[in-house]
């Protein structure tokens, strides 16, 4: 303080001794025509009031409360990235592992088996799998044991409503294990989890996904009631082998489509043909009064690409994309609205999509691969049946009439978890009406649309 009073009358005796010539130099400049128009330079009588003396540096208190707050701040800003970063993005142990599954052939001259005897065969294979965190929120499920060391495979959906998630494993004879989260994919819908401390687990058979056809007779086994209860088991047939269906993370996944009745807390379970072989990961239905007995299996041709780069990188690393959104315009809707063709409209075009600067909003892809597109699955088919880095044609109207053909290269549609390591605030479901047992909440299905 004594500087800042030093400083402070050093300024008061260099204003104070300004001559008054200067000044009147200065009027002069200006040329000031009225005297009422010059400035008045009044020499203003500073009095300083001396030093300081009432300066206290900031209390104990205060700097505490300001520490307190500094805390704070910092702790929501590390929660709110943590939120962001923390999904699907655990890394364990458990990852970069190689862990591989045969579909196995349909068999031949051999008999099917009844209901009975492929829960049986299927019996030991299938888990239930208890969802829990430390904020109370809870949830069951189902699972397939992919790995004689106790890999799982299950759905991503069944945690996507409990924040740092915690696992419980329950087997065929009621012994209880750890599990932990490996990886997930919320575009399939697949999942991963290790079972801990555990071995010599039985593995399901995986047949081939490929060859079921339409009506074929199959059964679903999981745990729709409890996770501690024993497996159970419906009976029905294959609706469609092959439906595309929309799921909750606004993607469109080709889906088997069976009238067995699946039903919440059977998202992981089994879809099962009569010669014991799983053919698709159950993990959706349809609901409403409107329908009856419409259920939704990932095909095991899906699960076995998903979940070998799940165990691997941690995530689906050769999955393909155009890198578009777009309207179906189908026969109706070009007759309606008066477009000179049908196919995909363009709205917008990613900036890593291949055919961005070339093709864009109003523009319409009418064939691809040399096919006419009559409908969106088309197109989505060839894609899911590609991986990254392949080249489809596509053929384009532009909106100036002209039509070009182009080679798009399909980039790599890399998708995150539904996994999170944060709690979120919602409450326990079985609070807020969802169905409930012992387990506090039974996970319902995603709406197929």
């Known amino acids: 303080m004594d500087e800042f009073n030093e400083n402070f009358n050093s300024v008061d005796e260099t204003i104070n001794e300004t001559p008054q010539s200067e000044v009147d130099e200065i009027n002069e400049e200006f040329n000031f025509e009225d005297e009422e128009d010059v400035p008045v330079w009044n020499k203003v009588e500073y009095s300083p009031v001396g030093k300081i003396e009432d300066y206290k540096p900031m209390g104990k208190g205060l700097k505490v409360f300001c520490c307190v707050m500094a805390l704070v701040i910092l702790l929501t800003a590390t929660t709110a990235a943590g939120?962001?970063?923390?999904?699907?993005?655990?890394?364990?142990?458990?990852?970069?592992?190689?862990?591989?599954?045969?579909?196995?052939?349909?068999?031949?001259n051999t008999d099917q088996s009844?209901?009975?005897?492929?829960?049986?065969?299927?019996?030991?294979?299938?888990?239930?799998?208890?969802?829990?965190?430390?904020?109370?929120?809870?949830?069951?499920?189902?699972?397939?044991?992919?790995?004689?060391?106790?890999?799982?495979?299950?759905?991503?959906?069944?945690?996507?409503?409990?924040?740092a998630p915690k696992f419980k494993v329950f087997t065929h004879d009621g012994t209880e294990y750890d599990a932990v989260y490996v990886a997930g994919d919320n575009v399939s819908d697949l999942a991963v989890l290790k079972i801990e401390n555990g071995k010599n687990f039985k593995v399901?058979?995986?047949?081939?996904?490929?060859?079921?056809?339409?009506?074929?007779?199959?059964?679903?086994?999981?745990?729709?009631?409890?996770?501690?209860?024993?497996?159970?088991?419906?009976?029905?047939?294959?609706?469609?082998?092959?439906?595309?269906?929309?799921?909750?993370?606004?993607?469109t996944a080709r889906l088997i489509q069976t009238d067995s009745a699946?039903?919440?807390?059977?998202?992981?379970?089994?879809?099962?043909?009569?010669?014991?072989?799983?053919?698709?990961?159950?993990?959706?239905?349809?609901a409403g009064v409107e329908y009856d007995a419409i259920g939704f299996a990932i095909p095991t041709k899906t699960m076995k690409r998903v979940v070998e780069q799940l165990i691997k990188d941690g995530k689906v690393t050769d999955r393909a994309k155009l890198g578009i959104t777009y309207t179906e315009v189908n026969s109706v809707t070009a007759e309606v609205e008066r477009y000179e063709s049908v196919?995909?409209?363009?709205?917008?075009?990613?900036e890593d999509s291949d055919i961005y600067g070339k093709v864009g909003e109003g523009d319409m892809i009418t064939h691809v691969n040399g096919m006419a597109i009559t409908n969106d699955e088309i197109v989505l088919d060839v894609i899911e049946d590609c991986k990254a880095g392949d080249t489809i044609s596509l053929t384009v109207m532009l909106k100036n009439g002209n039509i070009v053909d182009f080679?798009?290269?399909?980039?790599?549609?890399?998708?995150?978890?539904?996994?999170?390591?944060?709690?979120?605030e919602r409450e326990n479901p079985a609070e807020n009406g969802d169905e409930g047992g012992s387990s506090g909440g039974i996970f319902d299905f995603p709406f197929g649309e």
Do not use: C, W
């Not at 862990?99 to 031949?108: D, F, G, I, Q, S």
């Not at 014991?276 to 349809?286: A, E, H, P």
């Not at 196919?343 to 990613?350: E, Y």
């Open 83 to 108: 939120y962001f970063m923390g999904r699907g993005s655990v890394k364990n142990g458990y990852i970069g592992n190689k862990v591989e599954v045969e579909l196995a052939a349909r068999p031949t």
């Open 343 to 350: 196919g995909l409209m363009v709205v917008s075009v990613g």
């Open 262 to 286: 699946i039903n919440p807390g059977s998202s992981g379970g089994a879809l099962v043909n009569m010669y014991g072989q799983v053919v698709g990961i159950t993990s959706s239905k349809l």
């Open 407 to 424: 080679d798009v290269k399909l980039r790599a549609n890399v998708s995150q978890s539904s996994y999170s390591d944060v709690i979120s």
């Open 114 to 163: 009844t209901p009975a005897q492929v829960y049986n065969a299927l019996n030991e294979s299938i888990v239930g799998i208890r969802v829990y965190n430390a904020a109370g929120q809870m949830g069951d499920a189902s699972g397939v044991i992919y790995s004689k060391d106790g890999y799982v495979v299950t759905n991503d959906h069944i945690y996507s409503e409990i924040g």
């Open 204 to 251: 399901a058979e995986f047949g081939d996904s490929e060859t079921l056809f339409n009506g074929e007779a199959v059964v679903a086994i999981g745990r729709p009631s409890d996770a501690t209860d024993s497996s159970s088991i419906t009976s029905g047939i294959i609706s469609l082998t092959r439906r595309r269906v929309k799921t909750t993370s606004s993607y």
